[in-house]
């Protein structure tokens, strides 16, 4: 059963109760990073592993998104910088203990293309933040995995 979250803004990426910050080095261009991100929602699951499904709603405003396990998650766009950063909220899922979510992408031009940068910003009772805390090492796994298929699925496309 869904549960409404906390409708937080922008500035919760940083005032969160747990950050969780994760980065890797893509070769592609901020641009195409972003345009994976942001325009081809449907696309996700081409290359993120944990996700079985990625629709986008309300006009593109916001996105329905499943992950494999069953987990659901409703969210708003909060925002859509071209090639910069790409940020939604979660306002509504069946995750258990969440009380508010954030997920910011941050795209940074670099020397062999774009650093990435996912912030996980959330609040949820204590108990909620140390199991997350604890799984620190399965999502950075998990990140890290869907840059690699990101870039690979990039770098195919350039060259066709």
């Known amino acids: ?66 992950l494999r396990g069953g ?12 090639g910069e950063r790409y940020a939604y909220r979660v306002d509504r899922t069946n995750a258990p203990g969440l009380r508010a979510l954030l997920e910011e992408w941050l795209l940074t031009p670099s020397a062999s293309g774009t650093r990435v940068q996912w912030t996980f910003a959330v609040d949820a009772p204590a108990a909620v933040r140390g199991v997350l805390k604890l799984s620190r090492a399965a999502l950075a796994s998990s990140f890290r995995g869907a840059v690699r298929n990101l870039d690979r699925k990039l770098a195919r496309s350039a060259a066709q």
């Open 71 to 82: 987990i659901f998650f409703a969210e708003t766009i909060l925002a859509t910088d071209l």
């Open 1 to 66: 059963m869904a549960r409404r979250l906390s409708p937080v803004e922008l500035d919760f990426v940083e005032a969160a109760p747990l950050r969780l910050v994760f980065s890797a080095e893509v070769s592609a261009t901020p641009k195409a990073v972003y345009e994976a991100l942001a325009d081809d929602v449907a696309g996700l699951p081409t290359w993120f592993d944990a996700v079985a499904s990625a629709t986008p709603t309300h006009a593109g405003a916001g996105r329905e998104v499943r």
